[in-house]
């Protein structure tokens, strides 16, 4: 027979494994299989997609009834530079270069990219790929961005660069860069250093 003092452990051994599986089923519940939760998703997508119920037709009246035409889109706005956004790409196209991820960087310039001297632009690219991967770390800094505006489409930004690797270190010298606007997005269209 067990003593009082067994029977209290065996108690609260049996109410903690029954609220180990309480918690387990809340977990479960919380976390539905993947089937379910995408059966969920694919239900909602559905949902979303039906066309709206069309309007029965007035039969009260002879009075035809026209289908609501829906107003015609303005074309859209071209943004204002916003020259928070301009200095933010240019410091991303800088951190891209330090990481040294150079599909990030030459993804910064625009198609239409007025390479150095009239190269062709693979050649361009090529070289950059070279003198990018040649260093084992690279450190830009961009200081002092100025961004002047000469269109709602394209912009100038001048900033004193600072480069340094673990080959070379060179004095900072003064970048500009021309910025298009392309598809939502400010991509370099030509650049220059003094």
Do not use: H
């Amino acid at each position: 027979m067990a003593t009082p003092g067994e029977r209290l452990w065996r108690f609260l051994a049996l109410v903690m494994v029954c609220a180990l599986g309480w918690m387990i089923w809340i977990m479960y519940q919380l976390d539905p299989p993947p089937l379910v939760r995408n059966a969920a998703f694919q239900a909602f997508a559905n949902a979303r997609t039906r066309e709206p119920a069309k309007p029965a037709p007035n039969v009260a009246s002879n009075v035809a009834v026209e289908p609501v035409k829906p107003a015609p889109e303005a074309p859209p706005v071209a943004a204002k530079p916003n020259a928070a956004e301009i200095v933010d790409t240019v410091e991303a196209w800088a951190r891209a270069w330090s990481s040294k991820d150079v599909a990030a960087y030459l993804a910064f310039y625009a198609a239409g990219f007025q390479t150095p001297g009239g190269v062709p632009r693979a050649d361009w690219e090529n070289s950059r790929r070279q003198r990018i991967s040649a260093p084992k770390s690279i450190e830009i800094t961009v200081d002092a961005p100025s961004v002047s505006v000469l269109s709602d489409e394209l912009v100038n930004v001048t900033f004193r660069q600072g480069y340094r690797s673990d080959i070379v270190t060179s004095n900072p010298t003064t970048k500009t860069l021309v910025l298009v606007r392309t598809d939502g997005r400010w991509l370099i269209q030509s650049e220059s250093a003094t």
